[in-house]
């Protein structure tokens, strides 16, 4: 195989790629007319998940719920080295967000992450919203060590700025004599109102820039197109309809399940791998993802006749599983399944395509084992306990994250304690609105970590606090409402609070979907009617105290002359101090009772 990134007719090592971005293409450029096979491996939206995860998965019949090693780079290295070296002309992507989410990225902030995705030698990775979070520094030290390109066709650096020519829209590969060219997107809004990213950073719109970058690959030859999209599973298939000259979408940032794992009583929300569409002109295409969190490796075959039309587009989303099985015993403790228990695990596992039991690449592990080792020595020290199992959902009834919301008409157990834990950090607050999307898992009942609590809470984050009328904060709940329902923006801004007890009205019209909105008094803890002209101290997170995620309002009082106060207190500390506090007087973190609730109700 030979493969290497070209422009123009100029071949260049591995090690550099090509900006294309405003250059005029060559009329004497000719079409290509190669017939191409290539295998396409990815993954997306690891979020620092680098080591394995362990999961209880249902095998079914007398086995039942197991609890199973699952994916990390370590697997996802040997998996792509078992597919390269049976397969030809490989290539492999990732679809954004490495940052944010464990440990690992708190305390490297995306530095472990790319050190190892440097030896998974990729061909291409494009931004997700999140390698934002940090700010433009963060992420410049991120691509600085990176020896793999950047391609994002939409997030556009200002002339210099710090991340000036730091990626580039498309790069061009040669393989086998065929010129195949990527093209990165990012989802523009939700990173532009939901991250960090400085003024110098500019989003275009989605559809016109892929359209742009197709055209412009064409115009140099190119009649084969990758489009490596951090736009989500829904915003490619919209998107799919209204481009052409793309034929392949490796996708991310909705963390879809795509395939069948009925096997394992996995739900998929796309139950094919890959996805066969159609694109604006008729032309065939298709669109794969691998889930989330290093678990899934997507390996998608692909062929291309010599006139660039997409005439295969098969795969198999690689569930990476480890070879340990537990299952917990009649005294609860888990024990490791061996025998003939095990070996009926291991033939399911051999019956699906989809299933692997992988082993770890030794080089990654020990790469890996270096970060873990400091990980592991802050992420053990115990914080508290929790009674109850403290769900998280981002909308109330809506499943989310695998926690089935039809059982939670309030929304979220978790995101009012942490709000709670932030009015108890702040001496000053009337209360404490918190964004769904910034508390990222649920906590099970039991011992809770000082790691636990870090990947609740992995932003850099600290408590802020800002002076606002009873009009001003209605506004601000409606405002992540209204990003959340007609923006298009994510989920992840649905209000939380604590201190304030509101019903929520999504059926109704903008500004007016917040009603019986009440504040507690911090004395007397009653509840009664907020005074609308009256003066309140909202603490929140800086992150949305900026007007990110869609809290407009936040910002706009600030403009307005509102008192503003950066605590400089870290959220997750702040959420670690409340458990232990609880601990020391004999207490353990629960659920609030409907009457401590922010949402009183909700309908759609």
């Known amino acids: 195989m030979r493969l290497s990134i070209v422009s123009a007719g100029v071949l260049f090592s591995t090690a550099l790629f090509f900006s294309g971005c405003g250059e005029d293409s060559n009329p004497s450029v000719k079409m290509d007319s190669v017939a191409l096979e290539s295998t396409i491996l990815h993954f997306n939206d690891h979020h620092g998940h680098l080591d394995e995860s362990v999961k209880k998965l249902n095998y079914g019949g007398s086995i039942g719920k197991v609890y199973t090693q699952i994916g990390g780079f370590p697997r996802i290295a040997q998996k792509a080295n078992e597919i390269k070296a049976s397969k030809?002309?490989?290539?492999?992507?990732?679809?954004?967000?490495?940052?944010?989410?464990?440990?690992?990225?708190?305390?490297?902030?995306?530095?472990?992450s790319v050190d190892l995705m440097n030896s998974l030698q990729l061909d291409a990775f494009t931004l997700g919203n999140h390698e934002f979070d940090g700010g433009d520094e963060?992420?410049?030290?991120?691509?600085d060590k990176a020896?793999?390109?950047?391609?994002?066709?939409?997030?556009?650096?200002?002339?210099?700025?710090?991340?000036?020519?730091?990626?580039?829209?498309y790069i061009i590969k040669e393989i086998d004599g065929a010129k195949l060219g990527i093209i990165g997107l990012e989802?523009?809004?939700?990173?532009?109102?939901?991250?960090?990213?400085?003024?110098?950073?500019?989003?275009?719109?989605?559809?016109?820039?892929?359209?742009?970058?197709?055209?412009?690959?064409?115009?140099?030859?190119?009649?084969?197109?990758?489009?490596?999209?951090?736009?989500?599973?829904?915003?490619?298939?919209?998107?799919?309809?209204?481009?052409?000259?793309?034929?392949?979408?490796i996708d991310g940032d909705s963390h879809t399940l795509m395939g069948d794992f009925s096997a394992l009583s996995l739900t998929s929300q796309v139950p094919v791998y890959p996805?066969?569409?159609?694109?604006?002109?008729?032309?065939?295409?298709?669109?794969?993802?691998?889930?989330?969190?290093?678990?899934?490796?997507?390996?998608?075959?692909?062929?291309?006749?010599?006139?660039?039309?997409?005439?295969?587009?098969v795969g198999i989303p690689h569930l990476l599983i480890g070879d340990t099985f537990k299952q917990k015993d009649a005294s609860g403790e888990k024990v490791t399944l061996s025998g003939a228990k095990r070996n009926e695990i291991v033939n399911i596992i051999d019956a699906h395509d989809n299933l692997s039991i992988v082993a770890k690449d030794s080089k990654l592990q020990e790469k890996l084992s270096d970060y873990k080792a400091q990980v592991d020595a802050k992420k053990n020290d115990p914080i508290?306990?929790?009674?109850?199992?403290?769900?998280?959902?981002?909308?109330?009834?809506?499943?989310y994250g695998g926690v089935d919301g039809a059982s939670m008409p309030l929304g979220s157990d978790i995101a009012p304690l942490v709000s709670k834990a932030f009015y108890e950090a702040s001496l000053r607050a009337d209360?404490?609105?918190?964004?769904?999307?910034?508390?990222?898992?649920?906590?099970?009942?039991?011992?809770?970590?000082?790691?636990?609590?870090?990947?609740?809470?992995?932003?850099?984050?600290?408590?802020?606090?800002?002076?606002?009328t009873g009009a001003q904060i209605k506004q601000v709940l409606e405002d992540a409402i209204i990003n959340y329902k007609d923006n298009g923006?994510?989920?992840?801004?649905?209000?939380?609070?604590?201190?304030?007890?509101?019903?929520?009205?999504?059926?109704?019209?903008?500004?007016?979907?917040?009603?019986?909105?009440?504040?507690?008094?911090?004395?007397?803890?009653?509840?009664?009617?907020?005074?609308?002209?009256?003066?309140?101290?909202?603490?929140?997170?800086?992150?949305?105290?900026?007007?990110?995620?869609?809290?407009?309002?936040?910002?706009t009082a600030q403009e307005s002359g509102a008192k503003a106060i950066d605590t400089y207190l870290d959220y997750a500390e702040s959420f670690v101090e409340y458990v232990k506090t609880l601990h020391k007087k004999g207490e353990g973190i629960t659920k609030l009772p409907a009457n401590e609730h922010c949402i009183k109700s909700y309908k759609e």
């Open 275 to 313: 996805k066969s569409v159609t694109s604006k002109s008729g032309e065939p295409m298709c669109i794969a993802q691998a889930w989330a969190h290093s678990l899934v490796l997507g390996e998608v075959d692909v062929s291309f006749s010599k006139d660039g039309k997409l005439t295969k587009c």
């Open 489 to 555: 923006g994510s989920s992840g801004s649905f209000p939380y609070a604590y201190g304030l007890k509101y019903d929520i009205d999504v059926s109704k019209p903008a500004n007016s979907r917040i009603s019986n909105l009440e504040m507690m008094n911090r004395k007397t803890k009653q509840f009664s009617n907020i005074d609308m002209a009256k003066t309140y101290v909202i603490v929140t997170n800086n992150y949305i105290a900026e007007g990110r995620d869609g809290y407009t309002t936040f910002k």
């Open 138 to 143: 963060t992420l410049k030290k991120f691509i």
């Open 431 to 468: 209360a404490c609105i918190q964004n769904a999307g910034g508390v990222r898992v649920s906590i099970p009942a039991g011992n809770i970590s000082y790691g636990d609590a870090y990947t609740l809470l992995p932003f850099s984050n600290t408590l802020f606090e800002i002076d606002m």
């Open 187 to 249: 989802i523009a809004q939700k990173t532009e109102v939901s991250s960090r990213p400085s003024d110098a950073i500019e989003f275009l719109d989605e559809v016109t820039t892929v359209q742009k970058y197709a055209d412009e690959l064409k115009a140099k030859g190119v009649n084969k197109i990758v489009l490596l999209s951090h736009y989500g599973y829904k915003n490619d298939l919209n998107l799919a309809s209204q481009v052409s000259g793309i034929d392949v979408i």
């Open 88 to 112: 030809k002309n490989v290539l492999f992507m990732g679809a954004g967000d490495a940052f944010s989410g464990t440990l690992y990225h708190t305390l490297f902030q995306g530095q472990a």
């Open 147 to 169: 020896n793999f390109p950047i391609v994002s066709g939409n997030v556009v650096a200002k002339k210099g700025s710090i991340l000036d020519g730091a990626w580039t829209p």
């Open 384 to 399: 508290g306990v929790a009674t109850d199992s403290l769900n998280h959902i981002r909308i109330p009834t809506h499943t």
